[in-house]
Each structure stands twice: as C-alpha cells, then as structure tokens.
C-alpha cells in the first residue's frame, strides 16, 4: 500500500500532536516533518516534498496564507487549510489561500475528549487522502491560456431565454467560483443558486469573501425570499437549497443526499422542476457523484446542463460521473463557462 507522506504546519504544539495522532493512526500516512511557521513550512516543502501539507492560518513570521501563496510557486504541493477560527474575518483568509491553491479547508481538532471528534478524524483522514493525489502544478500554470480555448456552444435562436442558474461545486470551488462569477457583470439578468460543499461553520465567511472579489452580488439565501437578477444565493447550512413555484428561495430539512445538505441534487431537481427548458444547471470541480440526478431532470426538461472539463478541474469528480450518464449538453474550460451564460441568458 502506498504511504502518502505528510507535512503539518501549526505553532501550536497541542495541535501537531492531535493532527499527528489522527494520520498516525490511520492507515496510509506517514508524518515526515512539522512547521511551527509559514517561513519554517516553506523550507520544509522544498527539502521533504511531502505528498500533502496540512496548513494552519493563524501563525507568527508568516501565515498559512502566504505560506501557501509561496509554495505554490516553489514547490507545488497539495496543501489542506486545518484552520480553528470560523469568525468571518479569518475564514476569508482561509478563502484567500484557496484561491492561492489550497485544495480544501477544515476546522482543527480540539481532541479526543471533544464530542466530534471522531467524526471530525474521519473526515481529515478522507480528505487528507484525497488530497494527496491530486496532481498540482505552479500557481501561474494552472489554468490554460485564452489561445487554447475552443468555440462556445451557439444557443438556439428557438430556445427560450434562461431564466435561472444553478451551479454546484466542490473541491477547488472557491477559487474556480471567483473565476467564473468575476466574468459576470454586476447587472446579470438572472438569479444564481449556489451549492459549494464545505464544512458548515465556514460558509458565512465564504459568501462574505465571495461577495468581496466578484462583480455581482453574494449572499447567504434566506427561506422564501424573492429571487432577484442580478444575485448569487449561496445555500446555507443545515437545510436543502431550492426554489418555489413563485420564484422564492425555498429550503427543505428533508435528510441529507449522499451526505450533503445541501446538495447540488435537491437544487437542480427543484430548478427543473419550477423553470423546465428555461434552467441552466452548472457541475463544476469536486469529489463525489452529487447533482447527478437533478442534472438529468434539468437536461429531460430541456434546460441547458455545463460541466467543467477535466483540464481546469482540481479534482473531475462530479462532473465526469454527470458527463459519463450523458446528463451534460456542454463541457467547458473554467474561462468558458461564464461567457456562455452571458450568451444563454441574452446579455450579450
């Protein structure tokens, strides 16, 4: 069995030694160093090219943040944010370092008196591995030039106007989201919904950062309140995203789909279901199979369905189980996809 070797980056010594213990124990990890710093994390990335790094944000002479920033220049490495602070301000400088080329984010173990901690090991050992694989390149590479693009799909003149969006991402989402929302004008016609997986208590901070580096408006979706164009709503925790028959955010507590709630699936079948041939729905970069069965809704009812191609992807996860049960109409680059909605929602 291959053993994915790892990196842990934290000034507190408590949490080396909980992270330790946690991918210690499990099978599959060996620790092959600690940073007690950014500056320390850097060195040690270069000298012991671990498989993955796990990165605290809040540390002395250099932060997690730039720590990232620099790795992903020096040494490329998959590196996953383990990070203690869910206050607004500090998860959008988790945010930051997701657009710098984090993978994915985490809150910190306390240990194993805490009462989830179990179920909070398991998902940094899941992730963690994941992570590992993934194949990550410099900063200023990861995404295609313009000259490599190919031509947009050409709407139907017969079609009729899409009249929503819906978009669900995951691991890589952040960063892949500022991206495509950032190409839309702060007057786009039609609302947004929007599904990203991530760790409950990091959402408010990362529609807030969301919100501060695109054009258009972001904000946490309230139940039954009235879609308007021109807006992002980003599913809260807790409860499933989706929409009425009168054009208003309806939430459902209905148990999770595949682990998630909210998911991309419960989305995109409520879009179907209230806007038919005018939705659009968006499977973007993330693990997992979710939003597979709404996005055949969306494609039976004759609305128009976009995957992320695998080259601009972090991880092709969702989007290659969408494309390989033929419920995608379009796979696109990363810098393709919002032109398109521009041309489907005729703002052109």
Sequence with gaps: MKMHTVLVVDDSPTAR????????????????????????AIEKAKALRPDVITMDINMP???????????MIEAPTPIVIVSASTRVQEVEASMEALNAGALAILPKPTGPHSPNHAALAKE???????????????????????CQ????????ASRARIQIISILSSTGGPPALAKLLGQLP?????????????????????????????PIQVK???????????????????HHLGVSSTSRIRFSDAPAIG????????LFATVAEQFGPAAAGVI???????????????????????????ATSVVFGMARVAIEHQAIRSVLPLEEIAPHLIQLTGNR
Aim: hydrophobic share 45%; proline share 6%.
């Design 186 to 214: 702060a007057d786009f016609p039609v609302p947004i919904l929007l599904v990203q997986h991530m760790v409950s208590s990091f959402i408010p901070g990362f529609a807030r950062w969301l919100d501060s580096v695109v």
């Design 61 to 71: 002479v250099m932060n997690g943040l730039e720590a990232t920033q620099e790795i």
């Design 284 to 310: 973007m970069t993330g693990m997992g199979r979710d939003g597979l069965t709404g996005l055949q809704r969306i494609h039976a009812a004759g609305g128009i369905t976009i995957a992320q191609d695998e």
């Design 220 to 238: 946490l979706a309230r139940d039954l309140e009235m879609m308007e164009s021109s807006c992002v709503y980003v599913g809260a925790a807790g």
């Design 124 to 146: 940094i050992v899941a992730t963690v591995k994941a992570m590992a694989d993934v194949l990550v390149i410099g900063r200023r590479r990861r995404f295609p030039p313009p």
């Design 149 to 156: 693009t190919t031509d947009l799909p050409k709407p139907s």
């Design 259 to 266: 682990g998630f709630q909210p998911s991309g699936t419960h």
């Design 17 to 40: 030694e909980v992270l330790r213990s946690i991918l210690s124990e499990a099978v599959g990890f060996k620790i092959v160093g600690f940073a007690n710093d950014g500056r320390e």
